[in-house]
Nanobody, 117 residues
Framework: QVQVVESGGGLVQPGGSLRLSCEISTLTFSRYVMSWYRQAAGKERELVASITNGGTLYADSVKGRFSISRDNAQKTVYLQMNSLKPEDTAVYYC????????????WGQGTQVTVSS
């Protein structure tokens, strides 16, 4: 069973920065599509950013402020969040997807990000 472990959340003032990390326990990390989702209180979970070995994808609301990257050797994906706004407050989840014969989907437990003065 693949384990997905996030870290790096916390409380930050508006305009500040945080970096989230997500490590997964797999020997085939490079084959995974890695994504960050978030879910604010009372709202549905939404895609924030995704990364493959070929490119990245961002939600319009975070373009220019957030950056997703991956280190295949460390089996880790990062989400650098800059110019944070109160509306970025949410639980952030790491998602790992691989298709080897069939699609397999794994989620982390989530990490809270709170943007408040």
């Amino acid at each position: 069973q693949v384990q997905v472990v996030e870290s790096g959340g916390g409380l930050v003032q508006p305009g500040g920065s945080l970096r989230l990390s997500c490590e997964i326990s797999t020997l085939t990390f490079s084959r995974y599509v890695m994504s960050w989702y978030r879910q604010a209180a009372g709202k549905e979970r939404e895609l924030v950013a995704s990364i493959t070995n070929g490119g990245t994808l961002y939600a319009d609301s975070v373009k220019g402020r957030f950056s997703i990257s991956r280190d295949n050797a460390q089996k880790t994906v990062y989400l650098q969040m800059n110019s944070l706004k109160p509306e970025d407050t949410a639980v952030y989840y790491c998602n790992a997807v691989v298709i080897i014969g069939q699609r397999r989907d794994y989620w982390g437990q989530g990490t809270q990000v709170t943007v408040s003065s």
